[in-house]
């Protein structure tokens, strides 16, 4: 399984993928993941990914996303680099236009309605699922919050009375 960047990188048409009838798979290094980067501990880490052709019951065509590994991630509490293990799977359900979402759809957790005539790479499709399920506290067991005691200063100044009467 090698990385792919031509797939990655042209954009995304849902339709002839379904056609084709083949999933893609290959490895993406974390440095491609430009919004994500900042927060990412080492660039040089990959993930795993696969995308699989489907057609929903419907008929309308579909996509399942996958992304999976382990990434060292900056831990938004301490500022310590930390391991993450992701593991995303989605299903993108494609429509021809905004209107053709049927508004009970916009609202389902279970997959994504994208719109075909809004182009999108699969670099950059793939790159907005991990960040939907970016953690958003800590990233690690143990981790809290560096507070006034840890950097040396009294916890309040109610404590700093206290040692004057003592």
Known sequence: MSEHPDLLAQVFDPVAFVRGDAPWSGKVAAARFARAAEQIG?????????????????GRAASRLRL?????????????????????????VWYRSAAAIPEE???EENWDARVMDEPITLLELLEEELLLAW??????DGCALPGPAQVGEPLSPFSVLLQMER
């Open 68 to 92: 999976e590994g382990v990434l060292p991630v900056v831990c938004p509490h301490c500022l310590a680099v930390a391991p993450w293990t992701v593991a995303i799977e989605r299903l993108v």
């Open 135 to 140: 953690p958003q506290g800590a990233v690690h």
């Open 105 to 107: 759809e916009l609202e």
């Open 42 to 58: 080492d660039l040089a880490a990959t993930l795993d990914w696969r995308v699989e052709p489907e057609r929903t019951p419907e």
